[in-house]
């Protein structure tokens, strides 16, 4: 474990040493417009899929206590994106960064292990993750349904551009104004 502040640009550093070519990230710096002096930095990473967990464990040994802030997804067409968003440095002036790390998941292999024995915290993320986009979290420690109801069949994904059945399920005000 790290006591010492690390720098964006350092944990960039440490994570391309230790991944290699499984590992790729830009940092992007926001200025302050009148007295442009940079207020916040933030690191796109991407990890492959097989050093996902890996990757949030490094993270974890640089940083003790990353703060994690939400996970989001996307449907890009042949692969889900996922990306864990991260606050590190939380609570110190002009310390603090944003660390986005994405990993692409094919949709014939839409598996991910879970993060929640690292960061307890990411549960609900990871719940919705499953839910919306169909994503299967392996070693989940509770894998329920959170915020669909029952009457959304399984295999019914709101978020997936592919997701079919859904349309049947949702009311479409403007035609009910027509009768």
């Not at 979290?137 to 669909?148: A, E």
């Amino acid at each position: 474990m790290t006591t010492v502040k690390l720098k964006p640009e350092q944990v960039v550093n440490a994570f391309e040493k230790k991944f290699g070519e499984k590992f790729s990230a830009r940092i992007e710096t926001r200025k302050h417009k009148a007295k442009k002096t940079v207020i916040l930095k933030r690191v796109w990473a991407e990890i492959d899929k097989s050093q996902f967990k890996k990757a949030v464990e490094f993270l974890c040994e640089l940083y003790p206590m990353p703060h994690f802030s939400v996970a989001s997804g996307y449907d890009m067409g042949e692969t889900i994106e996922l990306i864990y968003h991260f606050a590190i440095g939380f609570g110190g002036k002009l310390d603090e960064f944003i660390f986005s790390l994405k990993v692409v998941l094919p949709k014939n292999d839409l598996v991910l292990e879970s993060i929640t024995d690292l960061i307890p915290g990411a549960l609900i993320s990871e719940r919705e993750l499953q839910e919306m986009l169909g994503v299967k979290i392996k070693g989940i420690p509770d894998s329920r349904r959170l915020f669909l109801p029952k009457e959304i069949p399984k295999g019914v994904y709101p978020w997936r551009r592919d997701s079919k059945g859904l349309q049947k399920l949702v009311r479409n005000l403007n035609e009910a104004d027509k009768k």
